[in-house]
């Protein structure tokens, strides 16, 4: 099970660290990441982990500003976003797919989203 927290509005230019408390599962050898959907848009890939080793994947258009991390324990995946931008508004989902780093490479960040089975509710990140 994946439940996000700490969406919230900020200002444009501001700061915002959402949580995914993971449970039930340790999700070993896993994609685990986290999506956004903004109004009017398909749901596209903002940052993965694959949970066999450390390695951290983005989308090309972050421009470095999202950080994602897992903590010792592996029972939380947060996203630290910095400088958002209008176009950060949206909700941000977690989710887990047993995809491994070739498939993760080969399809993508961005484009994940419909190869993973576990999703958690989503949390409403909006900046103005």
């Known amino acids: 099970q994946l439940v996000e927290s700490g969406g919230g509005s900020v200002q444009a230019g501001g700061s915002l660290r959402v949580s995914c408390v993971i449970s039930g599962y340790t999700y070993r050898s896993y994609c685990m990441g986290w999506f956004r959907q903004g109004p009017g848009k398909e749901r596209e890939g903002v940052a993965v982990?694959?949970?066999?080793?450390?390695?951290?994947y983005y989308a090309d258009n972050l421009g470095g500003r999202f950080t994602i991390s897992r903590d010792n324990a592996k029972t939380t995946l947060d996203l630290q976003m910095n400088s958002l931008q209008s176009e950060d508004t949206a909700l941000y989902y977690c989710a887990a797919g047993r995809l491994g780093k070739s498939s993760i490479e080969r399809l993508g960040v961005q484009n994940l989203a419909p190869f993973l089975s576990v999703w958690g509710p989503g949390t409403q990140v909006t900046v103005s």
């Open positions: 982990i694959y949970t066999g080793g450390v390695t951290t």
